[in-house]
């Protein structure tokens, strides 16, 4: 079974940046064509998509980090990185990586960010 790691959590104050970091744990041969989606989770809320790359490198974002945060892969790595800049306090969660097809479906544990002054 693949697992996902993620790394690059952590706490900053408001107006700060994190990158964020998500590999798998075994080389996937067929990486190349799945998608990645970040999540996030605040207390007392509902899991909610913050950011995607498709296979084809097709990107979008959720209104609320547009213009801010930024998604990007390198296939060769197996990995996926999230830059978050002019953090928010309304940023703290918990966050998730995903890697998916039409056939499978792999989630990180979470890496916990905290805005706050």
């Known amino acids: 079974q693949v697992q996902l790691v993620e790394s690059g959590g952590g706490s900053v104050q408001p107006g700060g940046s994190l990158r964020l970091s998500c590999t798998t744990s075994?080389?996937?041969?067929?990486?190349?064509?799945?998608?990645w989606n970040w999540y996030r989770q605040a207390p007392g809320k509902q899991r909610e998509l913050v950011a995607l790359?498709?296979?084809?490198?097709?990107?979008n974002y959720a209104d609320s980090v547009k213009g801010r945060f930024t998604i990007s892969r390198d296939n060769a790595k197996n990995m996926v990185y999230l830059q978050m800049n002019s953090l928010k306090p309304e940023d703290t969660a918990v966050y998730y990586c995903?890697?998916?097809?039409?056939?499978?479906?792999?989630w990180g544990q979470g890496t916990q960010v905290t805005v706050s002054s």
């Open positions: 995903n890697l998916h097809d039409d056939e499978r479906d792999y």
């Open positions: 075994r080389d996937i041969f067929t990486l190349f064509s799945m998608d």
């Open positions: 790359i498709t296979s084809r490198s097709g990107i």
